[in-house]
Every structure is written in C-alpha cells, then in structure tokens.
C-alpha cells in the first residue's frame, strides 16, 4: 500500500508543472521578469541548505538553482550568486525565493478538480 500512496505523491509532484512570479523591479520594456520555476523537492532544499554559512545563501542558491525562463532555461548562474546577495535589493530577492519555496497550489488543486 505505501509505495501506491508514495507514487500517488510522485504524480502529484509532477502534475504541479511550472510555476512564476511577476517581478517588475527586474523588468524591461514596461513588461515585468517573469521568473519561472518548477517546485522544489525536499533534497533539493537539503542541496541548498548543506553547507551554507546564513539564510543569506540559503536564499541566493535556491534562487540560482530553481530560476527560470519561459523556455526552461536558468536566468542565473553561480557566478551571480554574490550580485544577488550583496548588490541585490533584500526584499525582491527574498520575494522571488518566497515564491520558490512555498509555491501556491493552483486552483484546481484547491477546488478538488
């Protein structure tokens, strides 16, 4: 019974699919960045969290690793991971990995469909 119960959890994950967050400061063109993401797996937070010295990098590592265009491709390498952190704004930053760590379930998810 556990494994159907853990692979009724797997499909779930997968069925999520992609994820955004609008972030206007970081637009161009009068149009927002759009940052997209797929969620994050509990060892994908492990990965971001094994070995960081502070919160700080916790959030900038999500943020590297998770980020996305609309064509799946990564929007930042780790070689911005000391931009985002130090020449950043604090709080869009932290908005973007808000997003990322704690994704909104979508509508149908909440209406039972």
Request: proline share 5%; no cysteine.
């Amino acid at each position: 019974m556990g494994s159907r119960i853990a692979e009724r959890a797997k499909a779930h994950f997968i069925g999520i699919g992609m994820r955004s967050v609008e972030v206007p400061e970081w637009g161009a063109d009068g149009k927002p960045l759009v940052v997209w993401f797929k969620p994050i797996s509990l060892a994908e937070r492990e990965k971001a969290h094994v070995g960081a010295a502070d919160f700080a990098e916790i959030v900038v590592r999500t943020i590297v690793m998770k980020a996305m265009d609309e064509n799946g491709e990564r929007l930042f390498s780790a070689e911005d991971k000391m931009i985002l952190r130090t020449e950043a704004a604090g709080d869009v930053v932290q908005r973007i990995f808000q997003a990322i760590d704690a994704a909104p379930p979508k509508p149908s998810d909440l209406s039972g469909n």
